[in-house]
């Protein structure tokens, strides 16, 4: 059974970067033809998609987001990393990492648990 | 690309259906068979109800359905039941691999 657990430090200083971790187990990111997200959740509000990446190592990322984010792949360890530079308190949420159960891309089946990353000096 | 437009809560009673519409645009919900919808409960992470605009993914009741017209996707669960209380997510593919979200919807089952 694939299993997704986000990592990441809880609190980040504003203008600094966010790094994020999706390490996978159950299933090798290199497997198939599979696109990981990320997906974000501010406290009390709604869901936001911020990339995702291909298992060939090609990203997509949210237009609005796009010059701040980093998604990348490390085969070895079979984890998903996000990047987001530059944060702000807009930036504090929940951070999800997901995977569709076939190779489309467009909808995900699998999410980790959630991890809350607050931006504050 | 902008969120797609939900309503901020909808209710019902036990046993009754209800509907959450979920509006965009040509270049999202109507341009792509691809709207997903996902239920999410207080602290936890969304689970995926719906995908391809009226597909159900296997374990999901059937008490749950998707339908599209147009640049609006909608949500109906019938025979509503107290579990059903929950935020509720419509998602579209929005071009070039790019996903956008609805704001959400609050189903109370009164």
């Known amino acids: 059974q694939l299993h997704l657990q986000e990592s990441g430090p809880g609190l980040v200083k504003p203008s600094e970067t966010l790094s994020l971790t999706c390490t996978v187990s159950g299933g090798s990111i290199t497997s198939s033809s599979y696109y990981w997200g990320w997906i974000r959740q501010p406290p009390g509000k709604g869901l936001e998609w911020i990339g995702s990446i291909f298992f060939t190592g090609t990203t997509y990322y949210n237009p609005s987001l796009k010059s701040r984010v980093t998604i990348s792949a490390d085969t070895s360890k079979n984890q998903i990393s996000l990047n987001l530079s530059s944060v702000t308190a807009a930036d504090t949420a929940v951070y999800y990492c997901a995977r569709p159960s076939d190779s489309s891309g467009f909808y995900y089946d699998y999410w980790g648990q959630g991890t809350l990353a607050t931006v504050s000096s | 690309q902008s969120a797609l437009t939900q309503p901020a809560s909808v209710s019902g009673s036990p046993g009754q259906s209800i509907t959450i519409s979920c509006t965009g645009t040509s270049s999202d919900v109507g341009g792509y068979n691809l709207v997903s919808w996902y239920q999410q409960l207080p602290g936890k992470a969304p689970k995926l109800m719906i995908f391809?605009?009226?597909k159900r993914p296997s374990g999901v009741s059937n008490r749950f359905s998707g339908s599209k017209s147009g640049n609006t996707a909608s949500l109906t669960i019938s025979g509503l039941q107290a579990e059903d209380e929950a935020d509720y997510y419509c998602?579209?593919?929005?071009?070039?691999?790019?996903?956008?979200f609805g704001g959400g919807t609050k189903v109370t089952v009164l």
């Open positions: 998602c579209s593919h929005a071009g070039s691999r790019t996903l956008v």
């Open positions: 391809e605009d009226t």
